[in-house]
């Protein structure tokens, strides 16, 4: 499913996406305070946020500014590590999004993460996956 044709223009792109691609500057010395009151103001369905997939003590070390910025602002956040498959293929703009796997657990509650998952990627109709870890499933009945 190509949503443009390759080499399209950023007038092509608003006109046929509705995506508008801006620059916004926030001025603050704190970037997850910066970011938190940038969605306090303009709020959003949902966040994008590529991490630099750190771990064991770099990530003790140098923490997640990405988890924290998740963490603050309670929006649903899409996080895209630095090793992630793109799902845009960028020469023709075809989706490739056929599996999308969502874990689940009583606590937290995964109905409003399914509702928004399905709204979200309605259009692209893909299989998804709920894995739930452990023996205690009885009390999530998919429907």
Do not use: C
Not at 20 to 29: D, G, L, S, T, W
């Amino acid at each position: 499913m190509g949503f443009l044709q390759a080499g399209a223009s950023v007038a092509d792109i608003i006109k046929k996406l509705g995506v508008v691609v801006r620059k916004v500057e926030v001025r603050h010395n704190n970037l997850v305070r910066g970011v938190s009151a940038y969605l306090a103001e303009h709020g959003a369905d949902l966040i994008v946020l590529a991490t630099h997939g750190r771990s064991g003590i770099e990530r003790l070390r140098e923490g997640s500014v990405s988890t924290r910025i998740a963490r603050e602002t309670h929006a649903p956040t899409l996080f895209i590590g630095p090793a992630a498959r793109p799902f845009v293929d960028a020469p023709t703009g075809e989706m490739r999004l056929r599996r999308v796997l969502a874990p689940v657990a009583r606590k937290p509650s995964p109905t409003r993460a399914l509702r928004k998952l399905s709204t979200f990627w309605a259009p692209l109709r893909p299989h998804i996956d709920l894995l739930h870890v452990g023996d205690d499933l009885d009390w999530f009945e998919p429907g």
